[in-house]
């Protein structure tokens, strides 16, 4: 089973996110901001990353970069609010393989994750 590392600074969100992904992968790890992101990503190794964009201390885009760095290799799909356009273009030119949409819906999490693995 592929084994994720959940980001989001919102507990709602993260809680969100477990429910839907753990129908098909194990959550290992979850983050709620991108300095424990990347040391989450650094303990646990995990297959693919949910990362939300906007948080405090550490935003996505520079976890992206950190997490990136530390594996070329890492499945991440971006998390973002709508009106976070710029945003979400960076982070793919940044190696983010994908992208959803605050508010989401299971089918298009789901769908995300699971390009990662084709």
């Known amino acids: 089973m592929k084994r994720g590392l959940i980001v989001d600074d919102a ?9 839907i992904l753990e129908e098909a992968f194990q959550i290992v ?10 040391r989450m990503y650094e303990n646990h190794r995990p ?14 885009v ?3 970069e950190k997490i990136r760095a530390l594996d070329s290799e890492a499945k991440i ?15 793919l030119q940044k190696g983010a ?8 819906e299971s089918d298009r999490v789901l769908q995300a994750v699971n390009r990662l693995f084709q």
Not at 11 to 19: C, E, G, Q
Not at 98 to 104: G, L, R, S, T
């Open 77 to 91: 799909v971006m998390v973002s609010a709508v009106g976070q356009k710029r945003q979400v273009i960076e982070a």
């Open 97 to 104: 393989s994908d992208f959803i949409i605050k508010p989401f």
């Open 29 to 38: 790890a979850e983050a709620g901001d991108g300095a424990e992101a990347v």
């Open 62 to 64: 520079i976890a992206l």
């Open 47 to 60: 297959d693919f990353v949910t990362l939300d964009i906007s948080m405090p201390h550490q935003s996505g």
């Open 11 to 19: 507990a709602i969100m993260r809680v969100r996110l477990r429910d």
